[in-house]
C-alpha cells in the first residue's frame, strides 16, 4: 500500500482472519479489528506485532451473537474514523447443535449473516464517503449444501439440528453471505464502493472448535499441508488490496481467484433482493438507533 489504509477485519482473532490481518499489517494497514475479549485481543495483537512490529492496531469488543454489541462496536468505529478503507466481514462460527441468541434468532444465522449485514449497513456510510473503499465479504461453498433458501423461513429457524444436520444450516448461513454480496454490490453500483465474496476453500481453523477432536485433527491436517489458513488470507488481502480488483464488483471468487456461480437461488437477483428486503425488516430498528448514533 502507497498510503496506510484503514481496515476493519472482523473475525480477526483467529485462523485466516488472523493471516489476513498480519499480511495487511505488513502492507502498512491501520488495523481496525473486533474481538470478542481483551484476551483474545491481547493474544492477536502479540503475534501480529511480532511479524509487523510497526502496526496500527486498535480494537472494538463485540460478541456477534448480540445484535446490539455489533452495532454499538460499529457505530463507535464509525464515529471515530473519517475514513475506512476497507471491510472484511469474515466472523463466522459452524455450531454443532442449535443455539438460540438473547435477541431470539439461532445463534449461526445470528453471528454467520445477521451480524456482518447490520455491521455493514451502519458503516456504509462512512464506506461510500471514503471511497474508492472495499468491502469482502466471506462465503462458502458449503453453500452448496443448504438445499435452498426461504428467507422467511430460515432467518428465523430455531428448530433444534444434530451435529450432521448443523452443515445445511451453516450452508443456508453462507448462501446468504453471497446473495447479500451481490445485493448490496448492486445497491453501491457507481459510488465507488466494490463489493466482493469470496470461498476461502477449505481451512483448518476454528469453525469447527466445538468438536471434541478438532486439535488433533487442526495438528494432523497443518502437519500434511492440508487446509491451510494462509491459503484463503491470501485471496482476501487480494480483493481487498489488489489494485485489479479496485473497479471490479460483484463478483463471488473462489480461493484461485476464479468467478463462480451459487448454487440457486444464490444466483438469482430476485432472490437476493427478497432476502435483503426480509433482513432490513428483521433489523430495521436497530440499523436506525445505530446509524443515528453514528
Known amino acids: 500500500m502507497s498510503s496506510a489504509k484503514l481496515v476493519v477485519i472482523t473475525g480477526a482473532t483467529s485462523g485466516i482472519g488472523q ?18 475479549s481483551e484476551e483474545k485481543a491481547a493474544e492477536t495483537r502479540s503475534i501480529i506485532e511480532a511479524q509487523a512490529p510497526e502496526a496500527l492496531i486498535d480494537f472494538h469488543y463485540a460478541d456477534f451473537s448480540n445484535l446490539d454489541q455489533v452495532g454499538e462496536a460499529a457505530a463507535k468505529i464509525a464515529s471515530l474514523h473519517e475514513r475506512i478503507d476497507i ?42 464517503n471514503s471511497s474508492p473503499s472495499r468491502i469482502v465479504n466471506v462465503g462458502s461453498e458449503a453453500s452448496q449444501q443448504s438445499g435452498g433458501l426461504d428467507p422467511k423461513v430460515d432467518l428465523l429457524h430455531t428448530e433444534p ?59 494432523i491436517l497443518n502437519t500434511l499441508n492440508i487446509g491451510d489458513p494462509r491459503r484463503g488470507a491470501g485471496i482476501i488481502v487480494r480483493l481487498a488490496t489488489d489494485p485489479d480488483y479496485q473497479s471490479v464488483s460483484g463478483g463471488y471468487y473462489s480461493v484461485k481467484a476464479k468467478l463462480q456461480t451459487p ?17 432490513a425488516g428483521l433489523l430495521a430498528e436497530r440499523t436506525k438507533r445505530f446509524n443515528q448514533n453514528e
Open 87 to 128: 471491510l472484511i466481514n469474515n466472523a463466522g462460527i459452524h455450531a454443532f447443535e442449535q443455539r438460540i441468541s438473547m435477541d431470539g434468532f439461532s445463534e449461526m444465522v445470528t453471528v454467520n449473516y445477521l451480524a456482518p449485514w447490520l455491521f455493514t449497513n451502519i458503516l456504509r456510510k462512512r464506506l461510500v
Open 19 to 36: 493471516f489476513a490481518a498480519i499480511e495487511l499489517a505488513k502492507k502498512g494497514a491501520h488495523l481496525v479489528l473486533t474481538a470478542r
Open 263 to 279: 448454487i440457486s437461488p444464490g444466483d438469482d437477483p430476485a432472490s437476493q433482493h427478497e432476502l435483503w428486503n426480509v433482513t
Open 161 to 219: 439440528f444434530s451435529a450432521l444436520g448443523s452443515s445445511k444450516i451453516y450452508g443456508k448461513t453462507k448462501l446468504m453471505n453471497i446473495m447479500f454480496s451481490y445485493e448490496l454490490a448492486r445497491q453501491l453500483e457507481g459510488t465507488g464502493v466494490a463489493v466482493n465474496c469470496v470461498c476461502p476453500g477449505f481451512n483448518a481453523t476454528g469453525l469447527g472448535r466445538e468438536l471434541s477432536f478438532a486439535a488433533p485433527l487442526k495438528w
